[in-house]
Nanobody, 115 residues
Framework: QVQLVESGGGLVQPGGSLTLSCAAS????????MAWYRQTPGKERELVAS???????NYEDSVKGRFTISRDNAKNTVYLQMNSLKPEETAVYYC?????????WGQGTQVTVSS
């Protein structure tokens, strides 16, 4: 059974930093493309960043230069380092694992950017 467990969310001031983690189990992690999405009430879930099994990364335009996605295959974990956070980036952040038609999601972790 696939499990994706996010952690690291919380309250941070504008301009601050957070690092999200997503620990995966039940999959051959190294073979999966991983991604972070975020969602606010009333809006569609949007892709923030992704990383392929080979380590290639992709970012939503608004986070380029501020967010970094990385993976540690030995720990079955994907990370999202977020710097210079903005209030409008307050959202629930979800971890996603994708391979060969499978698409699995974590339960999400709340990130609140507020003074």
């Amino acid at each position: 059974q696939v499990q994706l467990v996010e952690s690291g969310g919380g309250l941070v001031q504008p301009g601050g930093s957070l690092t999200l983690s997503c620990a995966a189990s039940g999959i051959t992690f190294s073979m999966y493309a991983m991604a972070w999405y975020r969602q606010t009430p009333g809006k569609e879930r949007e892709l923030v960043a992704s990383i392929t099994s080979g380590g290639s990364t992709n970012y939503e335009d608004s986070v380029k230069g501020r967010f970094t996605i990385s993976r540690d295959n030995a720990k079955n974990t994907v990370y999202l380092q977020m710097n210079s956070l903005k209030p409008e980036e307050t959202a629930v952040y979800y971890c996603n694992a994708k391979r060969l038609g499978r698409n699995d999601w974590g339960q999400g972790t709340q990130v609140t950017v507020s003074s």
